[in-house]
């Protein structure tokens, strides 16, 4: 059987006689390995392998697209003609670069990993351990939602006939995740809550602190009740923080604003946030989820500020973007197999601040601390920054957190909330994605509530 590289050396060879010139292979390869645990037993359990790969190339002018999960002769023939026929219906004024790459490329050390050491096993017992560990917490803990484990690794292949050749594993060492959900109740009050954990190693997640962890996050909303409706003093806690900034991401996108789909078209170098919020965008982040020393297009990452002491610096660029703003690409093309180059963030993140949550609720004094938001979808306008949400979280009275709040809605603006923004905390996480905050204490709010 042909070996990866061969078929890829194949398929541009094939591409360069049939006059698609440039030509150019993505290839993304994955492995993974999940499992839930419900009520003492294991409920799924999954393995898998996969590798795709697209050829794209330019024919007349015009580009084309074509992908395949199969690597044999068949297959070299089919991406051929599917390059072909595309390119023939192509009707964008302005085609796709296939990009020649950059004289040098940072390089990423990969965090150590255990992964390929772990057995199957371990991995089942991980998860009993940890959904058994929450329901032994407390009597209160009646139903466990899930409990569940991941593992993964993967590779981005990019190869053109400009000379590119370029691979890298996604993300860079690997990756494990676990969690659970669960139910308590306590008389007539019901509540809901869970805990999980990224690591780059397995074994240094610890089955019944999370699951002890997610007990009492549950515990804590026991009895909880809406507050009077009005305009309060709030922090938004790291993990709903995460939340409200990948909604709103997309705001960043020169894409997006040159469709109109953003409000910060040609806004570089104005004031759009207050002074002490600093928004990274950072590729190169040690053992951030999407961390590459390339992009989609085989352009080099580099880390950047977006926005630097509130100052917005730059939008995210791929290479199509950023020639129609004259400017250069920052390293954000994204790209799938099968699916069309796009901009996106790599590790994006506010920059942390000094003041841990603690002192941030201290410095606010009376008013609410929102640690979950829902309805992020339909409650959110990515275009106007406009958002309407359901809330959860606690009051704070004396600098203090106290009693669980919920059955409420919080309202404002994205772009109005980042000139607001008082203080940004220093408990930057990123759980298991890309997308990571600290706690901030955004000033005022207008809540709905009873």
């Known amino acids: 059987m042909i070996s990866l590289d061969g078929f890829i050396e194949k398929l541009l060879a094939a591409a360069a006689e049939a006059g698609i010139a440039p030509a150019e292979v993505f290839c993304a390869e994955r492995s993974s390995f999940s499992a839930e645990a419900m009520d003492g037993n294991i409920d799924s359990y999954e393995v898998s392998e996969t590798c795709a790969l697209s050829l794209r190339g330019m024919v007349d002018g015009k580009t084309g697209y074509a992908s395949t999960e199969a690597f044999d002769d068949d297959a070299v023939a089919m991406l051929i003609r599917g390059v072909q026929e595309s390119a023939a ?6 085609q796709d670069e296939i ?9 990423l050390e990969a965090p150590e990993n255990d992964l390929d050491s772990v057995t199957a096993e ?7 351990k940890m959904e058994k560990a929450a329901r032994d917490t407390d009597a209160r803990i009646v139903k466990s ?3 569940y484990v991941a593992t993964g690794r993967g590779a981005m292949i990019l190869r053109n006939s400009c000379g590119l050749n370029l691979k890298t594993e996604t993300p860079p060492g690997g990756y494990a995740v676990a969690g659970v959900w669960l139910v308590g109740k ?3 009050s019901s509540a809901t809550g869970g805990e999980s954990k990224a690591e780059r190693k397995f074994r240094e997640m610890d089955p019944e602190a999370l699951g002890r962890q997610a007990a009492e996050n549950t515990l804590a909303m026991l009895h909880a009740s809406p507050v009077e409706s009005g305009v309060y003093r709030a922090v938004i806690r790291r993990d709903a923080m995460r939340s409200l900034l990948s909604t709103f991401s997309g705001i960043f996108s020169a894409e997006n604003a040159q469709k109109k789909l953003s409000l910060l078209e040609g806004r570089e170098g104005e ?5 002490c919020v600093t928004l990274m965008d950072d590729p190169l982040l040690p053992g951030g989820f999407a961390s590459a020393p390339f992009d989609g297009e085989g352009s080099a990452c580099r880390t950047k500020a977006v926005i630097e002491d509130g100052v917005l610096k730059t939008l995210l660029h791929s290479r ?5 703003a004259g400017t250069q690409s920052t390293g954000n093309a994204s790209r799938g197999v099968g699916s069309p180059v796009r901009v996106a963030p790599t590790n994006f993140f506010f920059r942390p601040g000094e003041k841990n949550l603690d002192s941030l609720l201290a410095d606010l004094g009376d008013g609410l601390l929102i640690t979950e938001l829902g309805g992020l979808h339909a409650g959110a306008n990515p275009i106007s920054g406009d ?3 359901i809330a959860k979280g606690f009051r704070v009275k004396d600098g203090k957190q106290g009693e669980p709040v919920e059955q409420i809605t919080v309202a404002g603006n994205f772009y109005e909330l980042l000139k607001n923004v008082r203080a940004v905390g220093s408990d930057l996480e990123f759980k298991s994605g890309n997308i990571g905050s600290p706690s901030v204490d955004i000033g005022d709010i207008h809540v709905a509530g009873k």
């Open 320 to 324: 199509k973007t950023a020639r129609k």
């Open 145 to 147: 939602e899930g409990a």
């Open 387 to 389: 958002f309407s949400l």
């Open 271 to 275: 004031t759009i946030a207050a002074p």
């Open 186 to 188: 306590d008389g007539d």
């Open 122 to 128: 371990e991995k089942l017992a991980f998860a009993l």
């Open 99 to 107: 990009y020649a790459g950059d004289p040098e490329y940072p390089v």
């Open 89 to 94: 219906l192509a009707e964008a004024e302005e």
